[in-house]
């Protein structure tokens, strides 16, 4: 019986050297397929941790899965992907894709900079060439991976002038164009979020042409590029999340109600993953 024991012992100890290697190796290899994501604010990210239900469906978010990989911005290396007390739509987009390509390792490539415009993001511009530096990097330690797609969430701060909502549309192609000469992928699929209706924030008027630019994202005439809707992506009430705060005790100079909460965020994110799944069936 004793030797029974140890030989059992040894097993079970072997069985979870096996599990731990398994575990190493999907953290070790670098990622298979790429996504590059950009934008502003929403696209940075303004959900908050703290506002998401304490139900199954949300909690689940908070482990980071195991085939996905995030570029670090500051480390300059592959890490998990890990939610942080504020986020964006890249929680949603890399669960949603880790369970439907369980066999791709996927790393996601983000840099984005709340209220720029797309003068900010012309291709000669700094925030373009920082975009196209992180992907550099990040390819160069994922040799072999593919460029998939890239995600992008932008324009509000476009929406203040007629001559500069006016404008957009052929700004923003001249962006996804340059996007796709300078990565290589002529034809690359590129989704973007159509901006919310908002016209306020923190008490003040804003974003008058609003709907200038919203047309503007729905009539792109650009092959492989897709639109997808964003209204009814849960936003914020107030600036520092506070999404579920009782009418009475909201306050007008703290409105937000333009940024997404924890909740928008997250569906923002799985929508762009159904629509990269959709388009490339």
Request: hydrophobic fraction near 40%; charged fraction near 25%; glycine fraction near 8%.
């Amino acid at each position: 019986m004793k030797n029974k024991i140890i030989v059992l012992s040894l097993l079970l100890l072997a069985s979870v050297g096996v599990c731990k290697d398994k575990q190493e190796v999907a953290f070790s290899k670098t990622p298979d397929i790429l996504f590059l994501l950009g934008g502003q604010s929403n696209m940075y990210g303004n959900g908050f941790m703290a506002d998401l239900p304490h139900t199954k469906e949300f909690e689940s978010y908070l482990n980071p899965p195991v085939n996905v990989s995030i570029w670090d911005l500051k480390s300059k290396e592959w890490t998990s992907l890990k939610i942080g007390k504020r986020f964006g739509p890249e929680i949603g987009f890399a669960h949603a894709l880790s369970k439907a390509l369980p066999g791709k390792h996927i790393g996601v490539v983000k840099f984005a900079a709340g209220g720029t415009s797309m003068d900010r993001w012309k291709p000669e511009g700094k925030l373009y060439n920082r975009l196209l530096n992180n992907l550099i990097l990040a390819r160069k330690r994922a040799p072999n991976a593919t460029l998939a797609a890239m995600l992008w969430h932008q324009g509000e701060s476009d929406t203040d002038k007629k001559e500069v909502a006016d404008a957009y549309q052929a700004k923003f192609i001249q962006f996804i164009n340059s996007i796709r000469k300078d990565t290589n992928e002529a034809n690359l699929l590129f989704v973007y979020g159509q901006i919310n209706p908002g016209n306020s924030f923190l008490g003040r008027k804003r974003w008058k042409y609003v709907d200038i630019v919203r047309e503007a994202q729905a009539n792109l005439k650009l092959s492989n590029a897709v639109m997808i809707k964003t209204d009814d992506c849960e936003k914020n009430a107030y600036s520092d999340g506070a999404v579920n705060t009782p009418k009475e005790k909201q306050i007008k100079s703290k409105e937000d109600n333009v940024h997404y909460s924890g909740k928008g965020q997250i569906k923002l994110g799985i929508r762009f993953a159904a629509t990269y799944l959709k388009t490339t069936k």
